[in-house]
């Protein structure tokens, strides 16, 4: 069973930065693409910013240019660099795994609060 394993959440004023953590219990390398959604209070999960083996990226239109997703494979590691942060980025940080077989791992979240 794959383990994804977030740090790095925490309580910021807005324009703060935050960077979160998600490390994976086997080589990341393996899946199609390690990504990070969000899901704030009432909402429904959310995308946030994916990256591929080959470190292509996608990002929602919210966070371009604000956040930037990258991955260390030595050590199995997904990072999440979230700069300018607004209120609206307020939510719990999920970290997730996509198989080859496009089963879905996920992490168990990292809260985000960013105060106005």
């Known amino acids: 069973q794959v383990q994804l394993v977030e740090s790095g959440g925490g309580l910021v004023q807005a324009g703060g930065s935050l960077r979160l953590s998600c490390a994976a219990s086997e080589n990341i390398a393996s899946f199609l693409f390690m990504a990070w959604f969000r899901q704030a209070q009432g909402k429904q999960r959310e995308l946030v910013a994916r990256?591929?083996?080959?470190?292509?990226?996608d990002y929602a239109d919210s966070v371009k240019g604000r956040f930037t997703i990258s991955r260390d494979e030595i050590h199995d590691t997904v990072y999440l660099k979230m700069n300018a942060l607004k209120p609206e980025d307020t939510g719990v940080y999920f970290c997730?795994?996509?198989?080859?077989?496009?089963?879905?791992?996920w992490g168990q979240g990292t809260q985000v609060h960013v105060s106005s």
């Open positions: 997730n795994a996509k198989a080859r077989n496009w089963e879905d791992y």
């Open positions: 990256i591929t083996p080959g470190s292509s990226t």
